[in-house]
């Protein structure tokens, strides 16, 4: 499996922006997808956005024009850049990483967990 390291959450205003980071370690070359996602006080844990190994992104509809997630595989790292912040965006954002046979998950590692607090 792999290790993941958030980073770059923070307290940001309403409008503001914020990017988030993910550095991976371990066995990177058995990863199928990687994503964010985030859960707020007495919320399911959702998903934000993903990234597969082709390439393909995808997103809530919620974040849809405002979020972005993108990945450099020189440094083994995914991001997620937040734009247009609102106060409903205030989470924990987990950084996620996966290993699929077809549409199984033979494993899924989490991150720590990033706070980014959206203040109006």
């Known amino acids: 499996q792999v290790q993941l390291v958030e980073s770059g959450g923070g307290l940001v205003q309403a409008g503001g922006s914020l990017r988030l980071s993910c550095a991976a370690s371990?066995?990177?070359?058995?990863?199928?997808?990687m994503g964010w996602y985030r859960q707020a006080p007495g919320n399911q844990r959702e998903l934000v956005a993903a990234?597969?190994?082709?390439?393909?992104?995808s997103y809530a509809d919620s974040v849809k024009g405002r979020f972005t997630i993108s990945r450099d595989n020189a440094k083994n790292t995914v991001y997620l850049q937040m734009n247009s912040l609102k106060p409903e965006d205030t989470s924990v954002y987990y950084c996620?990483?996966?290993?699929?046979?077809?549409?199984?998950?033979?494993?899924?590692?989490w991150g720590q967990g990033t706070q980014v607090t959206v203040s109006s």
């Open positions: 996620n990483a996966e290993r699929l046979n077809g549409e199984s998950v033979l494993w899924r590692s």
């Open positions: 371990g066995s990177i070359s058995s990863i199928n997808a």
């Open positions: 990234i597969a190994s082709g390439g393909s992104t």
